[in-house]
């Protein structure tokens, strides 16, 4: 159910008034549903049945330690790709072993904090990153898990910048070569070779390119097993997209894994997944006010207090995110911009976007923002932070300050 509505013309999350939230917290602020989240990843997990899996949360969706215990509390495990989002996991209270380490370019401290902290397994995408996590696997006396992520060489159908299971791109080891990896592999002695990985793309609208992969994948399993390889599970990756455009629908969850589940039949193999946009990206909106409206030439701009370094994804993609007032007015509507401080031209947060008129002082709700919102804000413009606020059933309250002007030069020196 989608958590933000209208109820007597102001717009809710849940049971709180966001126009409550904005007067209270201020703006801009990253306002998401507690019940929402939940609810996303209760769908994930009601899905599999009782097929053997981990619903393993992609941190770097929203990586936020109040979202993260949240999920920790309700069962997820989570999928990392950085020290610092292991540390994040690891404050929130999930649990090390439903953690999988996945990404290109891990350090040595990366992987030995991971060695350390006993996480389930590393999805490694090279030979010599192998052969690094076997040297440090080594030095703590253990085996590490691993499992190869594959690039099965599929079109996911998304935009470029995250689509990843092309050859061209950087993601995973070629699914041809694999078998051969393996093989040389085995000389390590201090890894464990448990699974086979892959991850195709991100807002993935269309079920069938992961489908693609998964049959791939299960045939070099199959493959894999046949030689004597004691695969056990195989991590599927995220990517399920989800509407962001009123017209779009989003993609259902249950028949998503269903499909998968269909595959993975009395083939002995617990399942692995790390979904991040489809659990918290439709729970959130950002809040922002208007400060101005002005008109040059034919263009119409309503200037707001949320911006490119808040919310990028205009921007970086061309994504389309719903405004929505947070009162609700008969009055006329008008093709506008909804463009923020930032000097740049490409600060913008709507572009020729039919919208009710609204004044300076009025709240906007940029929706479908609580995945890859705040993660990818930065100070740029020496502007502070967004403040993050969490609905739960009647109440919110602040899980992230709004950043001040010390928290700006923190660790500067002159
Ligand atoms: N697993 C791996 C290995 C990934 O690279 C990703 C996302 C996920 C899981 C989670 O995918 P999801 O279920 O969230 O689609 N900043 C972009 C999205 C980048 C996605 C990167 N990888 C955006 O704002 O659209």
Redesign the pocket.
């Known amino acids: 159910m989608n958590p933000i509505a209208y109820r007597d013309r102001a717009l809710f999350c849940d049971n709180v008034a966001l126009a409550d939230i904005a007067a209270d917290a201020g703006t801009p602020t990253y306002v998401y549903s507690a019940q929402a989240i939940l609810e996303n990843y209760r769908s994930y997990e009601a899905a599999f049945g009782a097929q053997p899996h981990t619903v393993c949360y992609?941190v770097?969706?929203n990586g936020t330690l109040a979202i993260l215990k949240l999920l920790a509390q309700a069962g997820a495990g989570f999928?990392i790709v950085s020290g610092g989002e292991l540390y994040r996991v690891l404050q929130a209270g999930g649990d090390p072993k439903k953690i999988v380490f996945?990404g290109v370019g891990k350090t040595a401290p990366e992987i030995d904090a991971a060695l350390t902290a006993g996480i389930f397994v590393f999805n490694c995408e090279s030979e010599p990153e192998l052969a690094l996590i076997d040297a440090l696997a080594h030095r703590h006396g253990i085996q590490a898990r691993v499992a190869m992520r594959v690039n099965p060489d599929v079109d996911a159908a998304t935009h470029a910048y995250?689509s990843?299971g092309r050859l061209a791109h950087k993601f995973g080891v070629d699914i041809a070569d694999a078998e051969a990896i393996y093989d040389r592999a085995c000389q390590h002695e201090n890894l464990r070779f448990e699974g086979v990985s892959c991850?195709i793309g991100?807002?993935l609208m269309n079920p069938e390119p992961v489908m693609e992969a998964v049959d791939r994948v299960l045939n070099l399993i199959d493959r894999l097993r046949s030689k004597g390889f004691d695969i056990r599970h195989a991590d599927l990756?995220?990517?399920?997209g989800v509407a962001y455009k009123p017209e779009e629908s989003t993609p259902d969850i249950s028949s998503f894994i269903a499909q998968m589940c269909a595959r993975l039949k009395d083939r002995g193999l617990h399942a692995m997944i790390?979904?991040?946009?489809?659990i918290v990206g439709p729970a959130g909106v950002l809040l922002t006010r208007v400060l101005y409206r002005k008109t040059t030439g034919d263009k119409n701009f309503v200037i707001v207090d949320a911006a490119m370094n808040d919310l990028i994804?205009p921007a970086l993609?061309s994504?389309y995110h719903e405004i929505l007032p947070v009162r609700e007015t008969n009055g006329q509507r008008s093709i506008v911009d909804v463009v923020g401080p930032v000097c740049e031209t490409g600060d913008f947060l709507a572009k020729d976007r039919e919208l009710a008129e609204v004044m300076p002082g009025d709240m906007l709700a940029i929706c479908t923002a609580g995945?890859?919102g705040f993660v990818?804000s930065s100070n740029y413009n020496a502007r502070p932070r967004a403040a993050e606020v969490l609905v739960e059933e009647n109440s919110w309250r602040v899980i992230r300050k709004r950043e001040t002007n010390e928290d700006l030069v923190r660790g500067e020196v002159e």
């Not at 990756?237 to 399920?240: A, K, N, P, R, T």
């Open positions: 992609a770097k969706a999928d996945s995250i990843t991850h991100s807002q990756g995220g990517g399920l790390e979904p991040g946009r489809s994804r993609y994504a995945a890859y990818q």
